[in-house]
């Protein structure tokens, strides 16, 4: 995930974040493999960004697919730690644990063309039969923390069961629809650019929210277009890194074989 503070004052600023969210391990090996030219950021340096704000209020704008629910959760506690008021801002798409970070600000808005997800979290797991029920365990764990999340932030009469079901069924709601079920602020439509990055664990993406977020913005909205072109580069960044990392893994991997084939 990228973030960037823009229009500092004395008694405030706006942070951008859009992307995915990545964790400090995977950002330590960007750092240690890759330029970074996109401009990723991960817990430890949001960290270290926001304590330089500290006592000044928060806008904070949000363009995520989601990523790394430990990344996302550690970010969303730092934004309920700030000691200035915070108010969060759905630029395109707030999905999965972005939506942590979100509803962690004092005061939430959101366009009624843009969007939230929320659905059940999902992890690549090996391993025998005790092992994978070991991991759907954590996984309905973890489930729960979040629908807590989404409780707090639900309108009167929006039940827990009825946020299961909703994050059971991977949920996705305009912002009017948002405006519903949870204690939001409906803003007027604008243009803005929806930045469509991993979404291997999106499996219900509507295709009015898949179409808008592949559409280029008109040449007459700059800010729309660098906000697509900063995905785009982001989306490049990721791949080269990935392919880093696997280069890694093969390394290791041939490292350690021979002590494998002793072990046997």
């Not at 000044?56 to 000691?83: C, E, F, Q, W």
């Amino acid at each position: 995930m990228a973030i960037e503070i823009r229009n500092e004052t004395s008694d405030g600023a706006e942070l951008y974040l859009s992307g995915n969210i990545i964790d400090d391990d995977a950002g330590g090996l960007m750092e240690e493999w890759c330029a970074n030219t996109a401009g990723y950021q991960w817990p430890d340096k949001i960290k270290s960004q926001l304590e330089s704000l500290k006592g000044k209020a928060l806008t904070i704008y949000i363009n995520s697919d989601g990523g790394s629910v430990p990344a996302g959760v550690a970010m969303a506690n730092m934004i309920a730690r700030h000691d200035a008021p915070t108010t969060a801002i759905v630029d395109g798409w707030c999905c999965s644990i972005a939506t942590q970070v979100f509803f962690a600000a004092d005061r939430r808005r959101i366009p009624a063309n843009a969007y939230l997800m929320i659905h059940k979290p999902a992890v690549y797991a090996g391993g025998d039969a005790d092992e994978l029920r070991k991991t759907a365990d954590v996984l309905d764990t973890i489930q729960r923390g979040l629908e807590e999340t989404y409780l707090k932030a639900a309108r009167a009469g929006v039940t827990a069961e009825t946020l299961h079901q909703m994050v059971n069924a991977e949920t996705w709601l305009t912002g009017k629809e948002a405006a519903e079920f949870f204690t939001v602020e409906l803003l007027e439509a604008s243009q803005m650019a929806a930045c469509a990055g991993k979404a291997k664990f999106m499996q219900h993406i509507p295709e009015g929210v898949r179409r808008a977020a592949e559409e280029k913005p008109p040449q007459e909205k700059p800010a729309a277009e660098a906000a697509e072109e900063r995905c785009q580069k982001a989306a490049k960044e990721e791949k080269r890194c990935q392919k880093a990392a696997q280069e890694m893994r093969q390394r290791a991997q041939i490292a350690l074989a021979p002590a494998k084939g002793a072990m046997i």
